[in-house]
Structures are given as structure tokens and as C-alpha cells.
């Protein structure tokens, strides 16, 4: 099975994509977690892309194509995976489409998280995360029970550089530009599935294992 997780940042997509991936037993491909893990190796691709994800932009569709496609060639991907951050816009969409057409594959079902812009901003504003097993924590609504640790794992939490109010601005500005498009594109082809993300973690992830364990009866 492919998926794929769209929302908004902030719309808990890393989180909901890490519970499906392990329940389902799927790999997890975040194009975020790889981008972000290039530029703290400082390889030629992260030092390419850290200057477009500190100011919120998108990276260029080529250089995200060629990383997603050489992550969907390994061997844990055979069977399925949940994309998440990724496709972000229509040419993304159709390479990913086409890549998958290659290996006679193609995307099942894309599920769109939604919460609102006003909620967005106030999650991402406040938003740290572990250091070592990338679990999420709010100042506000979910904090760690020991200041600056994360409760998994102990790690050490962080926030993203990305996480500024004017970044955070910039990405929903981004988002809602060039993502609404794809939303359209898998709703016009019968694949797009909507969950409340307001809804809590919990329910959230729920609900989307509910609809997709339905519509795989239904398929068969
Ligand atoms: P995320 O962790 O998904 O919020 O992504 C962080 C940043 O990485 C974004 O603001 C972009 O700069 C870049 N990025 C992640 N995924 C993509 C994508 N599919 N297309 C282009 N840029 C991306």
C-alpha cells in the first residue's frame, strides 16, 4: 500500500504518518526529516537546501523528485510506504505517479489532515521536538514532564529553526498556495480521505487506520 499524508505544517502529519507506517508496517518517508538530516550532515544536498527551508520556501521540485525517488528505491519500500511532507506540489504529484507507474505501483489513498490556520499557527509557535526519536511537544498543550526532555526516550528536545512566527507565516503562505492544487488532484481521482485534525492524536490516527481498514474490505 502507498499513501500519502497532506496537511498543513503543523497538521501533525510526522506524527500521524509514524503511527500508520508502524501499525501498517509501512516505511515512512519524510521529506522535512530528510532534508533536515542533510543539512545537519552538511552534505552537498543539505548545504543546496537549508537556505530555501529557512526562509519556509520550497525546495526545487528536481532536487526533491531525485531525493524521493532514490528513498523509494530501497528495499524497505517494496511493499509500500507513507509518504509524508511529500508530494507538495502538482509536478511532485506526477513524478511520484510516474515513479511508481515504473514499478507497477501507484498511490492507493492520500489522506488529508485538516485544522484550521488560526490552530496551525498556535501549534507551530510552540512547538519543540526531540532531538533523538523526533516525538513532538507543546509549550502549552503537551509539555515533556521534565523541562527540555523528551518522555520516550530522554533525548534532548529542540525547536526547529524553521518554527518562527514570520517562517511559520511563510510556510502556511507556501502550503496553501502550492499544496491546495494536490489536494484536488487525488480528490478528483477518488483517492482522498478527510480527517478532523483537531480531532487529538489518538482519535486522530484512529480513524485514519478505521477508513483505511474499510476500504481495503471494500476493495476486496
Ligand atoms: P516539513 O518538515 O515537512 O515542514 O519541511 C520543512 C521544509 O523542508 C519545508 O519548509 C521545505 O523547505 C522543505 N521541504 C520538505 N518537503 C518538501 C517538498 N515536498 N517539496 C519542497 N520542499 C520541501
Redesign the pocket.
Known amino acids: 500500500m502507498f499513501l500519502v499524508l497532506l496537511g498543513a505544517?503543523?497538521a501533525g502529519?510526522?506524527t500521524q504518518a509514524a503511527i500508520i507506517s508502524r501499525k501498517v508496517g509501512l516505511a515512512h518517508i519524510?521529506?522535512?526529516?530528510?532534508?533536515?538530516q542533510a543539512v545537519e550532515k552538511e552534505t552537498k544536498l543539505g548545504q543546496l537546501?537549508k537556505a530555501?527551508?529557512?526562509?519556509?520556501?520550497?525546495?526545487?521540485?528536481e532536487?526533491?523528485i531525485q531525493m524521493?525517488s532514490e528513498r523509494l528505491n530501497e528495499p524497505d519500500c517494496k511493499a509500500g510506504c507513507v509518504f509524508?511532507?511529500?508530494?507538495?506540489?502538482m509536478e511532485?504529484a506526477k513524478a511520484l505517479d510516474k515513479a511508481l507507474a515504473n514499478q507497477g505501483k501507484l498511490i492507493d489513498k492520500a489522506v488529508y489532515i485538516e485544522v484550521s490556520e488560526e490552530e496551525l499557527l498556535k501549534r507551530l509557535s510552540g512547538r519543540w521536538i526531540c532531538h533523538q526519536c523526533q516525538t513532538p511537544y507543546h509549550e502549552v498543550s503537551s509539555p515533556p514532564k521534565v523541562p527540555n526532555r523528551c518522555d520516550k526516550c530522554g533525548g534532548e528536545l529542540y525547536q526547529?529553526s524553521?518554527d518562527t512566527e514570520e517562517?511559520v507565516k511563510e510556510?502556511l503562505k507556501?502550503y496553501f498556495a502550492q499544496t491546495t492544487p494536490v489536494l484536488n488532484y487525488y480528490e478528483a481521482q477518488g483517492k482522498l480521505i478527510k480527517v478532523d485534525g483537531k480531532l487529538g492524536i489518538e482519535k486522530v490516527a484512529k480513524e485514519i487506520i478505521d477508513v483505511l481498514r474499510l476500504e481495503s474490505m471494500n476493495a476486496k
Open positions: 505544517p503543523g502529519k510526522g519524510a521529506s522535512g526529516d530528510l532534508f533536515r537546501v530555501y527551508m529557512d526562509k519556509g520556501i520550497l525546495v526545487p521540485d532536487v526533491t524521493i509524508d511532507g511529500f508530494p507538495r506540489t511532485q526547529r524553521d517562517t510556510r507556501v
